[in-house]
């Protein structure tokens, strides 16, 4: 399944709610946007170029392996290669039906597990004097947080002391740092916070790209899906 998409979907996921983080637009918004990354680390996805026969602004569909059999980045691929999208549009488009498609791969793998809640006395639905939806009663349970917590362990290593970033974790940040979300996601000392929000910053502007380890040889250049990662994230995140 997508590695950035993935990663997000499970750091969004709340056991004591039940439900995902942040407000339902930006949530959705931000995911489409990590499925978009993870087209451009797959080398499948890139921004066009004055070369290309279509405006400068638009995503282009590379040619490579089939994610057909992938549930979400198929789906996300076959949108992109029926005519170029803009960035904002083809985040409009995604966010329709990617987070659904993310939690239907998490269950599947056995990682989520799916419930239905009667409705709260207090809840919009009841207060509104609606009927409620089948989205109102929906909740998510992680079965395995294992995944997750290696993930929010990984995002603090970067932000908190200085680990090296791999490049879907760059995807990452970038994302939540688009989505302004950092805050809300990730528990911390408040004095920890103006270091983090200016190393979650850097990377989103493309700093993890240029300072390497200091364990890579010299030669140890960026390799073309990194490039096109943070290329495309740009154009991208600027999106959300």
């Known amino acids: 399944m997508s590695t950035i998409a993935g990663a997000l979907m499970q750091v ?26 993870d087209l451009a680390l797959a080398c499948r996805l890139r921004p066009a170029t004055p070369e290309d026969p279509v405006p400068e602004d638009t995503l282009v569909v590379l040619a490579g392996p089939s994610l057909s059999e992938d549930p979400v980045l198929g789906p996300a691929l076959d949108l992109l290669a029926r ?5 904002p549009a083809a985040v409009g488009r995604l966010a329709r039906r990617t987070e659904a498609r993310l939690l239907t791969a998490l269950r599947d793998s056995g990682q989520v597990t799916p419930m239905r809640l009667a409705p709260s006395p207090s809840s919009p639905a009841v207060i509104s004097g609606r009927r409620p939806r089948r989205s109102d009663r929906r909740a ?21 002391d200085g680990a090296p970033v791999r490049p879907p974790v760059a995807g990452l940040i970038s994302v939540l ?15 920890a916070w103006p270091r983090v929000l200016d190393v979650s910053a850097e990377i989103a502007a493309g700093s993890w790209l240029l300072n390497r ?28």
Do not use: F, K, Y
């Open 177 to 191: 740092h688009a989505g302004d979300s950092v805050r809300e996601l990730l528990s911390l000392d408040p004095r």
């Open 213 to 240: 380890s200091d364990d890579n040889e010299p030669d140890d250049e960026p390799t073309l899906a990194e490039v096109n990662l943070a290329v495309t994230s740009a154009l991208v995140c600027a999106a959300i």
């Open 12 to 37: 969004l996921l709340d056991n004591a709610s039940a439900q995902p983080l942040l407000d339902v637009t930006r949530r959705r918004r931000m995911l489409a946007a990590a499925t978009l990354l």
């Open 140 to 160: 998510w349970l992680l079965t395995d947080r294992t995944q997750a917590a290696a993930v929010r362990a990984e995002l603090l290593a970067v932000l908190v």
């Open 83 to 87: 005519r170029p999208l803009t960035a």
